[in-house]
């Protein structure tokens, strides 16, 4: 298939972009690494009027350390995040998560903003971004908001974005724990994920003094857990402790039958990803 027709802008600023959508009326589309995009354009079930590249603005690709956060500009790839030595020392459950990013072609070209912007409900980095707490730096025509993660997914495929806002940056805070997790599962390696889990830890003595734990591929949005969270901190870590997040998380979440699963799989599934991911967090201080 071939994309409806379309007019070409690639401004080289920020600012042009903005004034770019709000010109278009509701009828522009950002394009930054396409490979979500272009597909939804080929098979015409995106139809815009004016594609507007943000791939020639400068300053919007970049991995910084800024205190106790680190912040991507929206234009970094994929590929940029998984092979980050920044990313692998503060983020390390980004770096994890990074190789199960669909394939190396399309990690090069990939971007965070439109990853974010796209909102995937099986997609990582969604996910990630409520896992640490991040938040979204948007930019429209009056001006920068800043807005958590966890407001910013809405529903499948959809954000709070306004139509002539542009994703400019994203801050994660670091965690302070000392064990995390990550566990996929896909029917192909590179695949989108049937479920996916990560946890986080912080052991006070023999006691789990703090958790964290995000979903995603079992739900409309990924999801952070807060009342499994809220069941397991301050309890007492012991050998029964994984398998009580596993009941815990498959007790929590609603997924979707669709043609990759069923909602009882998936459901099943996140308890045994869990489990596994929590056991890895428990070992790394054993
Ligand atoms: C075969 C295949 C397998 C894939 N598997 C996975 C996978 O396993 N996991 C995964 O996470 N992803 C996967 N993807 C998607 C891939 O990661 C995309 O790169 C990502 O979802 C979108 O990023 P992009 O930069 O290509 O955005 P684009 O395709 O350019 O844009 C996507 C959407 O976001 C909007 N947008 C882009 N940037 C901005 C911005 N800065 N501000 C506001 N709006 C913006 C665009 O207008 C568009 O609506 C796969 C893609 C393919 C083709």
Redesign the pocket.
């Known amino acids: 298939m071939k994309p409806a027709p379309f007019d070409y802008v690639a401004p080289s600023t920020v600012e042009a972009a903005i004034e770019a959508l709000v010109a278009a009326n509701g009828e522009g589309?950002?394009?930054?690494?396409?490979?979500?995009?272009?597909?939804?354009l080929n098979f015409r079930m995106?139809r815009p009027a004016v594609l507007i590249d943000?791939n020639r603005i400068e300053g919007?690709s970049f991995i910084e350390l800024r205190g106790d956060k680190i912040a991507i500009g929206?234009?970094t790839r994929?590929r940029a995040l998984e092979r980050s030595q920044l990313i692998a020392e503060k983020l390390p459950v980004m770096k994890a998560a990074m190789r199960?990013?669909?394939?190396v072609a399309?990690?090069n070209?990939?971007?965070?903003?439109?990853?974010?912007?796209?909102a995937?409900p099986?997609?990582?980095?969604?996910m990630l971004a409520l896992f640490y707490g991040a938040t979204i730096v948007?930019q429209g025509a009056s001006g920068r908001r800043h807005i958590a993660a966890e407001d910013f997914f809405v529903d499948a495929l959809t954000t709070c974005?306004a139509p002539e806002?542009?994703?400019?940056e994203i801050e994660f805070p670091l965690l302070a724990h000392d064990g995390w997790g990550f566990e996929e599962m896909?029917r192909r390696f590179?695949?989108?994920?049937l479920a996916c889990i990560a946890v986080a830890i912080r052991r006070g003595g023999d006691v789990l003094d703090d958790l964290r734990v995000a979903a995603m591929g079992v739900g409309d949005t990924p999801l952070r857990l807060r009342m499994v969270e809220d069941q397991l901190r301050g309890a007492a870590i012991d050998g029964s402790m994984p398998e009580r997040l596993a009941q815990l998380v498959s007790a929590s979440v609603s997924p979707n039958s669709d043609v990759h699963a069923s909602a009882d799989y998936r459901r099943h599934l996140a308890g045994v990803l869990a489990k596994r991911a929590l056991t890895t967090a428990l070992a790394a201080k054993a």
């Open positions: 589309k950002i394009l930054a690494g396409g490979q979500s995009l272009v597909p939804l995106v943000i919007l929206a234009l994929h199960h990013v669909a394939h399309i990690r070209r990939g971007t965070i903003g439109g990853s974010l912007s796209h995937d099986a997609a990582e980095l969604p948007a974005l806002e542009i994703v400019v896909s590179g695949d989108f994920a």
